[in-house]
């Protein structure tokens, strides 16, 4: 897919603030610091638009983007982050997973994990929710160019090996690089197929 248009649309505090359900939409989350914002802007390739973990002041909203005036990409607060109190992280846990359960034109969630570790207790935990509640998710490991092709490998297989045990298989996967821009034909491809299959679902008519 080639990205034409990328633009902002508004961030909301609460899910009635929501921008209208008119469009497919995906959602990217991760922990704190896994590489959200880069890869929204490698994605999107634009330097700012997704603001980074470095950008003073950036509060827990979620963030929508409008992509070639056809879909939207929201970016989502990143969970386990220390530096917010313990009843506003709940809050924000909350409002995360009703927007993830409700929203409506919802198609995709792409939950990001750090390549380089090995898979996290919080993580695990937040694709059992995801699945106990059918919502589709596909995984993206980031960073990947900070490991070898074999390290690399080796993660990924950890992880398979973790989700086994819970899963009949595993979801689709992506490797990403917002350094190289590795994963990021695989990541817009998927939307894009995905985009087709809903065909003229959101259409309007
Ligand atoms: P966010 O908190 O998930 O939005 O994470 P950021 O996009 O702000 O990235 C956190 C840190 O990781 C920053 O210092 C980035 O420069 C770095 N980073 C993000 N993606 C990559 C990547 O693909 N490769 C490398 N080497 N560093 C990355």
Same mark, same amino acid.
């Given at each position: @897919? %080639?990205?034409? !248009? ?9 899910? %009635?603030?929501?921008?209208?359900? =008119? &469009? ?15 890869l929204?802007? @490698? ?7 997704? &603001? ?17 005036? =056809? /879909? ?22 909350? @409002? ?6 409700? !929203?409506?034109?919802?198609?995709n969630t ?16 937040? +694709?059992? /929710?995801?699945? #106990?509640?059918?919502i ?5 490991f980031? *960073?990947?160019? &900070? ?8 993660q990924? *297989?950890?992880? $398979?090996?973790? +989700?086994? #045990? $819970? /899963?009949?298989? @595993? ?21 894009? $197929? ?12």
């Amino acid at each position: @897919m %080639k990205i034409n !248009r990328a633009e902002f649309v508004k961030s909301s505090k609460e899910i %009635k603030d929501l921008p209208p359900a =008119n &469009k497919p939409e995906y959602a990217f989350i991760g922990r704190s610091n896994v590489g959200k914002s880069s890869l929204i802007n @490698m994605l999107t390739n634009r330097k700012n638009l997704a &603001k980074t973990s470095s950008t003073p002041g950036k509060t827990q909203l979620i963030n929508h983007f409008l992509i070639n005036e =056809n /879909w939207y990409l929201t970016d989502l607060p990143g969970y386990g982050y220390a530096k917010t109190s313990k009843s506003n992280r709940a809050e924000f846990r909350k @409002m995360i997973r009703s927007y993830l359960k409700e !929203r409506p034109n919802l198609v995709n969630t792409f939950l990001l994990v750090d390549a380089r570790h090995k898979p996290q207790k919080i993580d695990l935990e937040f +694709m059992e /929710w995801l699945g #106990r509640n059918r919502i589709p998710f596909a995984i993206v490991f980031t *960073k990947a160019d &900070k490991l070898s092709s074999n390290q690399l490998a080796k993660q990924i *297989k950890a992880y $398979q090996t973790e +989700m086994l #045990r $819970q /899963w009949a298989s @595993m979801p689709p996967y992506f490797v990403s690089s917002s350094v190289s821009g590795l994963g990021r034909k695989a990541i817009l491809d998927y939307i894009e $197929q995905l985009n087709t299959q809903l065909g003229q679902h959101f259409s309007g008519k």
